[in-house]
């Protein structure tokens, strides 16, 4: 579609937008709001630049995606429960967020939307990666298209997959952050399809990940491990990928129903500060 309120600059040829004029503080329902759903649906993640959002512009924007998720791995700020704030210091080495995942899919009903908000950024480094993962469906072959079709993956909280120790030893590193109950990781579990259909396109994709999803259902995690490396490892093939750049005062929303993202830890040495909202809890299908 044409889009008249804002300026949008597609980043890669598979996924990926920036937006400029686009004025968040808008609190009619205008135009601009149904350009910009329609630009998260296109482009799968969207950089909004030049904006100044407080606390509670965040959660009305929010809204306009869906109803706020709970984070349970992170308290939420004074008065705004569903608002984390993630940060990673100078001095610290490991960042939140690394290692190719969807947000949350350990969870009955993950969320349609993340927003990310930066407040503070490095000189240099620090960018995220995104997947489109329905492009990636899109380029398997009918035979794994057909072998794939009606697979239940189950996910797990538990970070069981990730380089350095699950998520106790991994919320151990972060220690700056507001996080919890490590301890009960690996009682956030689910089941949901491998391949989703999005309810608002129709267009089928890949929901898995080697970081949360341990298993087919019915199958060993052993038996599952060589296919759910397989399709991570095709998602995350460039030529479905873009790269956001972080600057102060950008929002940046993306659809996890369609991507999965990677914040790169190149930054040591530099401060990076982020809010971040979840929303929208909905059953993958």
């Not at 398997?140 to 797990?156: C, D, N, P, T, Y």
């Not at 999803?213 to 490396?229: A, C, H, M, Q, V």
């Not at 930054?267 to 929208?280: D, S």
Request: hydrophobic share 35%; net charge negative.
């Amino acid at each position: 579609m044409a889009y008249e309120t804002m300026d949008v600059r597609p980043t890669a040829g598979a996924l990926g937008a920036e937006i400029y004029g686009a004025n968040l503080k808008d609190r009619d329902d205008s135009r601009m709001w149904i350009e910009l759903r329609q630009a998260f649906l296109e482009y799968h993640v969207i950089a909004i630049r030049g904006q100044d959002m407080s606390l509670e512009d965040m959660m009305r924007v929010g809204g306009k995606f869906g109803e706020p998720c709970y984070y349970p791995f992170a308290k939420g700020m004074d008065g705004y429960p569903y608002i984390t704030e993630v940060i990673k210091e100078k001095d610290q080495r490991e960042n939140f967020g690394s290692d190719w995942h969807t947000d949350t899919m350990y969870l009955q009903k993950p969320p349609r939307a993340t927003l990310l908000y930066a407040l503070e950024t490095p000189a240099r480094g620090g960018d995220t990666l995104y997947v489109n993962t329905a492009a990636a469906y899109d380029a398997l072959s009918a035979g794994m298209k057909k072998l794939i079709e009606g697979l239940v993956g189950v996910a797990s909280g538990g970070l069981k997959h990730k380089k350095g120790g699950p998520r106790a030893a991994h919320h151990d590193r972060i220690g700056n952050m507001a996080l919890q109950n490590a301890d009960k990781a690996d009682g956030f579990e689910a089941r949901h399809p491998i391949v989703r259909t999005h309810p608002d396109t129709g267009r089928k994709s890949l929901y898995v990940s080697s970081l949360h999803t341990i298993r087919f259902d019915g199958f060993t995690e052993e038996e599952s491990k060589p296919l759910i490396d397989f399709l991570n490892d095709h998602c995350i093939e460039p030529e479905f990928s873009c790269r956001v750049r972080w600057e102060p005062g950008q929002l940046t929303i993306w659809d996890n129903r369609t991507t999965l993202h990677n914040a790169i830890n190149d930054y040591h040495g530099y401060r990076r500060q982020m809010r971040r909202l979840t929303v929208g809890p909905e059953v993958p299908a």
